[in-house]
């Protein structure tokens, strides 16, 4: 635990923002250098325990998708490397954990795909047979392959807000009829890319988080990460079964632990067991494992 990086220090470059997971700071004009750290959230609350080596298995995991699925849609990646940018002292805050990226105008809309009926889109179609304006058929059961990947995108919230569910005609609104839909085409083929590889490597790929950016020519980017346990609920295909929430490699094992931990879900969130912690590194490396080997 002692070698986990809870909050990075780089005192070479500017700091921009301190996000959930990541540090972002200027390396100039043209690009970034974002650090994934081993900070998780959960419910919106950043936890003061980090997951060790958690930073470095969604960095890897991300390039592989990037590399993967970039004849869809192009990454903010810039082929620089981390190294290069810092100084030498602080190359091991870098290294296995960071990236060099565009500068980019991030959009104000969370694109997420949904191919299984779960979590927030579970809760809404048992009050309203709908998720996020779409209607649904009657009688789905929990974790249920929908008919058809959607898109429901969401507002990204500040620091400590929780994001809300928007139909598209909100996304529309924030976007433009234009880059909306092209938002939605490509978070829909990325997904759908995605999850047939994924499934055959025995893993299905519940639903996940997209975030894109802009150039200044309004080219359109993929940014941030790709399909991680951080932002993708990732199912084991063999332990499989409607009615019930599926087994995760993700931080749902964190999540049930809150919810069984008596915290209210208000900041600050209370701090994990060693073992919630490592158990948690090793359902993301069991993830990253059966993705990439």
């Not at 990075?8 to 500017?14: A, D, E, K, R, V």
């Not at 809404?124 to 779409?134: F, H, L, P, S």
């Not at 200044?216 to 499989?240: C, G, H, M, Q, V």
């Amino acid at each position: 635990m002692s070698s986990a990086l809870l909050r990075s220090h780089i005192p070479s470059l500017p700091l921009l923002s301190r996000g959930k997971v990541r540090d972002l700071y200027a390396v100039d004009d043209h690009r970034l250098l974002m650090i994934a750290t081993d900070r998780l959230s959960a419910f919106d609350a950043v936890l003061p325990t980090p997951i060790p080596g958690k930073g470095a298995m969604l960095t890897k995991l991300s390039h592989f998708w990037f590399d993967r699925l970039n004849g869809i849609i192009p990454n903010h990646l810039t082929g620089d490397v981390p190294e290069s940018v810092v100084s030498l002292e602080e190359y091991d805050q870098v290294r296995d954990r960071a990236m060099v990226v565009r500068r980019l105008r991030p959009l104000p809309v969370e694109a997420v795909v949904r191919g299984y009926l779960a979590g927030s889109g579970w809760k809404e179609y048992q009050a309203t047979g709908r998720v996020c304006g779409i209607s649904l058929p009657p009688g789905l059961a929990q974790a249920a392959a929908l008919p058809q990947a959607l898109f429901t995108p969401s507002t990204k919230a500040e620091l400590g807000a929780h994001d809300e569910n928007i139909d598209y005609a909100h996304a529309e609104t924030l976007l433009g009829a234009k880059l909306a839909a092209q938002v939605r085409d490509a978070s829909i083929a990325l997904y759908t890319e995605a999850a047939a590889y994924a499934l055959t490597r025995g893993i299905i790929i519940a639903d996940t988080k997209f975030e894109f950016g802009l150039d200044a020519d309004n080219k359109l980017y993929l940014i941030d990460e790709a399909l991680t346990p951080d932002s993708s609920r990732f199912w084991p295909a063999n332990e499989y079964r409607t009615g019930s929430n599926p087994p995760s490699f993700d931080k749902q094992f964190v999540r049930d632990w809150l919810e069984t931990s008596g915290w209210n879900k208000q900041p600050p969130a209370p701090a994990l067991p060693d073992s919630v912690a490592l158990k948690t590194a090793e359902k993301y490396r069991e993830a990253i494992e059966r993705l990439m080997d």
